[in-house]
């Protein structure tokens, strides 16, 4: 039984003995006063049921009056007694009910069994998503977009609330607990049978490591993905086999290098791993040449290691650097004129902002741009609050680290062939990649397409499977069409597909499908719906590969396949 | 020594006392068995329910089922007694003792039930 209940008794305890003793004592009392007929001479007491009878609707202050006969004086004497302390009996119970109903500690006891109930009761597969800041918050509404079920474990009971008054499709399970506790990872449902992965994105990074070991020991079947920002932290993590670790600084790193070094390929990767339907990102060129780099902690270090590989010459500014010790580094914060003069602002070609501080970011960006017009400016923005300030600002490229790691835990989790497409890229040429991205453009008017897998088995492609288990042979270019007509093609591009043996990338309309088949597929969200529903129902299938429409009656099924047996006789 | 303890031992003894001293003599005279002593053992054995609420042990709980068996039966033995009595006016005659008496015995057995757990708690306790 659930400890409200026992809570409940627990408290009522001393009120329920007390409201016992009072009836106990008044149905007592009403047998032993003598009572009168209706001669007026005396006549036996009341008996237990008829006491009983009358204490119970005085008590409860219904009053039928003196039942059965008229009480003598010495009766209505120990009733008057008895009204008063039944009513207080229960006004004591109730007042005692009250107070526990609002008791902190028993509205948190409800809450938490009643979250542990909703959780019991997910019957889809579902997300467990640590942590809902500003990453936790993308993501979750991410999910919700795209269908996906998930759980919230949030330390700020504040955001918990935000959370309710969100919009989300679907009624959400959400818990303000800290999440580094095993006990209420369980409680989000860690062992449910339908918890698919575990998502680790608090803004402490201790945190995350204890949510990792948690799940690791406590259900290593599922994978965790979790955020690291430094080193050791991120060591730690991958020493005891977490899936995933997203260190946002690190990505933007190897973004910007990538940048640099192939934009068409990054503009790809920005296309495929963006969130789906956001609208499309600024297209980025960041210049080869000489970069100045303000601030050199995690952060700037990280950009450093990929930059300078890829041939970038780099000045570094930072208030800890010795000039001495390193080459083209300037002791200073780089919001000032002169220390950026120092570093070579004239001829630079491109500059990033990259302290922990908003301010000062912006503050270097604006500086840097008046000294020299033409400068590549990057930002990073830390909190999601200043978006209107980068935005205002306009620069060339802003890092927003949760938006990174949004997007990074959506692609891991909602598409695991995308890292396979991905790795296939790097043999590829710029041209490829840039007729690529042009297609993709295209798919969702200004949108970024949705990127999702669908495999060709019963569960998601119920209708296809049968279909080509019975050797009915279709083409990727038959049932790439819009289900409520057939003459128009689907806006949709199929980046890969795996079959037992390999991979096809960019497989043309032509191929025949074979059952098994995984598709990787980039579309509009309503696209992916249209096309997920041509291959589940056989009646819409056989519409898109024929252009007849079936009712999917039995009986209608059954009449139209007697009168064609009729008008072909054997 | 801890009150508690003793007001809880008091009422669960004292609910099987009252239980014997109904449930003692033969069981379908009347005269032996007084209405009082029914109503009595009743009041004191819902109260003794009513201390062993929220107790989540597994003795906790068997305590309170073994109350709840006597209440039920003691309960039943009541409405017996009220509906020979008051309802159809038989009166209490051999019969209606005898199954108001043998009702409250199996509530007699469940509080006895409650004494052995009671004193089977006692001695497992090491301080």
Known sequence: MNSAFFLVLRRMRAPIIVLIVIYAISVFGLTLVPGVDAEGKAAAPLSFFHA??????TATTIGFGEIPTAFSDGQRLWVTICIYLTVIGWSYSIVTLIALLQDKGFQNTLTVNRFSRRVRQIKEPFYLVCG???????????FDRIGHAFVVIEKDELRVQELDLQDFKTDTPALAADASIPDNLLRAGLKHPKCRAVLAVTSDEQANLAIAIAVRLLNPSISVIAQGRTLSVTANMASFGTDHIINPFARFAEHLALAISAPERF???????????????????PPRGRWILCGYGRFGRLIADQLMPAGIELTIIDPSCNPEEMANSIRGYGTEAESLRQAGIASASGIIAGSDNDVNNLSIAVTAAELNSSLFVVARQNHHVNAPLFDAYRDDYTMVPSRIVAQECIAILTTPLLAAFLSLLRERHEDWSNALVCRLQGLCDGRTPAVWGLKLNISEAQAAYRALMQDRRMTLGDILRDGTDRSQPLPAVTLLIRREDGLILLPPDSLSLAPGDELLIASSLAARRNLELTLYRPSELDYVLTGHEVTGSWVWNWLAARRKAGEQPS | MNLEKVIFGF?????????????????????LHHVYELAAALVVSLIATA?????????????????????????????TWAVAVHATGEGMTASVTSSVVSLSGGALFANIVSVIILIVETVMLRR
């Open chain 1, 267 to 285: 503009r790809l990767i920005e296309l495929l791993t963006a969130l789906p339907e956001t609208p499309l990102p600024e297209i980025h060129r």
């Open chain 2, 11 to 31: 009422f669960i003894v004292l609910a099987a006392t009252l239980n014997f001293g109904f449930f003692i003599g033969d069981i379908d005279r009347p005269e």
């Open chain 1, 132 to 142: 809902c800041g500003e990453t936790g918050n993308l993501i979750c509404r991410t």
């Open chain 1, 52 to 57: 009983f009878y009358f204490i119970s609707y």
């Open chain 2, 51 to 79: 201390l062993k609420f929220g107790d989540r042990t597994q003795i906790g709980a068997i305590h309170l089922s073994t109350s709840l068996v006597a209440d039920l039966q003691l309960i039943a033995a009541a409405i």
